[in-house]
């Protein structure tokens, strides 16, 4: 595209990184010189929003917050993927099974993850390993539904191909089921990731003695409104950036996927419409 | 026949785990009540007053954050679906805000509205906002060329252009945002009543924790789970009436 514009490409290069770029920038220049003289106690101005999150950070406050968070979000999240993806293989596969635990598995993910919370906090206290609970219950169910939808989605001639070889079935599950039905699961994944975080804030604001959650609800509790402030704007970063590295993996697993011509990919025309239908 | 005798035996050995687990292990009552108990609460709900008024607050705060959420999102979406630069423009904001965690927003609303049905409202409105707005864009990007050009074409003023052409060939991708949104409206308002002191479902179920009433607790948290999947069921039943023409028209 740049090339045909010829010597002064540079110049289409710059205006196209400003059209995505110059909203943003004018968005936070303008909260920036409307907060700048506000008066409000709860709406303090950016400059002192940043200052607060610089401060934090250098004193390793908001890093040891983000650690300890992330961790749990990172154990929970695994062991939902785990335990998301073996039983759906399991399920999806096995047709009997699927048709005798669908109506089981329907009424369990209709139970809210948050609503699940204050119950597993109470009975067994806060720390990580709650916290870590809690978040694999919630996001163990798309994962599971996921995978799942991606097994039932094989067409048939793969799995009697696989059957006439009389493929082993470890070698079956792994390089057969696992594969086909990975785009499925990474989308089950990405459900999972923002289930994940939602969870993490509504546990730590709930109970706990650590996390970002704590650091935003101490904020609240000792009036220090630009400490609040800070907290969502970092975690907000941390959302924006684990989706970032998300969309990264993904697309580096599913390589083959994306490459796929459109016309025998039945599902996904592009990835900006898979990721949208996604959302 | 034989289906439904397999699906009651996983009831079966779900509810038969569960009893013989808490009646064996010794579980104190605080940690799983045995089955039965939770049972009888849920029987017990449908006689208390407070359930039916914490339900109807849930249900009527979720439905004005939704009702908010669709009219701002549809119509946004659609402007920036049917206009690339802005598409282009908006593309970084809206990445950022929907992988935002809205509900860590509560502590800021929290400071300005204080703990009030605003505030709820105003949560909702923001977490339902970003499905709506994500599938309206796509739907109104998808509109097909020959439609495009015909529009132009006849210079169809531009509110002419919105609501008779922009709006119904995007309005299959918007009932697929506002089914997420729907879910996601009583996800967050039961994780608004939990962890602020706001009437509804939520609270109910904090408060009943908070007393060790663990049996009511969990009576909740499926009264919470059935109102999503009846919620669920109610827009499937509005998607198969507004976009009648849409799916006679794939299956032709």
């Known amino acids: ?279 | 026949m034989t289906l439904i005798v397999r699906r009651l035996a996983t009831f079966a050995i779900f509810g038969l785990v569960w009893a013989l687990a808490v009646h064996f292990g010794n579980v104190s009552p605080n940690i799983l009540p045995q089955i039965t108990d939770v049972a009888l609460a849920t029987v017990e709900l449908l006689g208390r007053d407070t359930f039916y008024i914490a339900v109807a607050t849930t249900v009527r705060d979720a439905a004005i954050g939704l009702a908010i959420a669709s009219v701002l999102g549809v119509s946004a979406g659609v402007a920036i679906g049917a206009m690339p630069a802005l598409e282009r423009s908006t593309r970084l904001l809206i990445d950022f805000g929907r992988s935002f965690p809205q509900i860590a927003l509560l502590p800021i609303f929290l400071l300005i509205l204080g703990a009030s049905s605003q505030m709820k409202v105003t949560l909702i409105a923001i977490g339902c906002f970003f499905p709506i707005l994500l599938q309206s864009i796509y739907g109104a990007r998808k509109m097909n060329s020959t439609l495009q050009d015909t529009v132009r074409a006849f210079r169809l003023p531009w509110r002419m252009r919105f609501f008779r052409v922009l709006l119904p060939s995007a309005s299959p991708f918007i009932l697929t945002g506002f089914r997420i949104a729907v879910v996601v409206s009583i996800l967050v308002s039961v994780a608004v009543e939990i962890t602020s002191p706001v009437t509804g479902i939520g609270r109910e179920l904090a408060e009943a924790r908070d007393f060790y009433e663990t049996d009511i607790a969990i009576a909740y948290a499926i009264y919470a789970g059935i109102l999503g999947v009846l919620v669920n069921a109610a827009v499937d039943q509005l998607e198969r009436r507004i976009v009648r023409w849409h799916l006679s028209d794939k299956e032709a």
């Open chain 1, 1 to 279: 595209m740049a090339r045909r514009i010829g010597k002064h490409w540079w110049i289409y290069e710059i205006v196209q990184f400003a059209t995505y770029f110059w909203l943003p920038v004018v968005l936070v220049a303008l909260w920036w010189f409307i907060s700048s003289d506000s008066q409000s106690f709860f709406m303090p101005p950016l400059s002192e929003i940043v200052q607060t999150l610089l401060n934090d950070i250098g004193n390793g406050e908001l890093l040891e917050a983000a650690a300890f968070s992330m961790r749990n979000v990172g154990t929970g999240l695994s062991a939902a993927i785990v335990l998301g993806v073996s039983f759906g293989l399991l399920i999806g596969y096995n047709s009997v099974l699927r048709s005798a635990v669908w109506p089981l598995i329907a009424f369990l993910r209709a139970i809210p993850g948050v609503a699940i919370i204050p119950i597993v906090l109470v009975a067994f206290g806060v720390g990580p390993g709650p916290q870590i609970f809690v978040i694999a219950l919630g996001c163990v169910w798309p994962i599971l539904l996921n995978t799942i939808d991606g097994v039932r989605g094989i067409q048939s001639s793969i799995t009697d191909t696989a059957r006439a070889y009389r493929l082993p079935r470890a070698l079956f599950i792994r390089q057969v089921l696992l594969p086909a039905a990975t785009p499925q699961i990474m989308a089950g994944i990405r459900i999972s990731l923002a289930v994940s975080l939602t969870i993490m804030v509504v546990s730590e604001f709930s109970a706990g003695n650590q996390g970002l959650g704590v650091y935003i609800s101490s904020g609240v509790q000792s009036f220090a409104p630009s400490q609040v402030w800070a907290g969502t704007v970092f975690i907000g970063l941390i959302g924006y950036l684990t989706n970032v590295a998300f969309v990264l993996i993904e697309r580096r697993i599913l390589a083959w996927y994306f490459e796929i011509p459109r016309r025998t990919a039945t599902k996904i025309t592009s990835i900006a419409g898979a990721e949208n239908e996604r959302a």
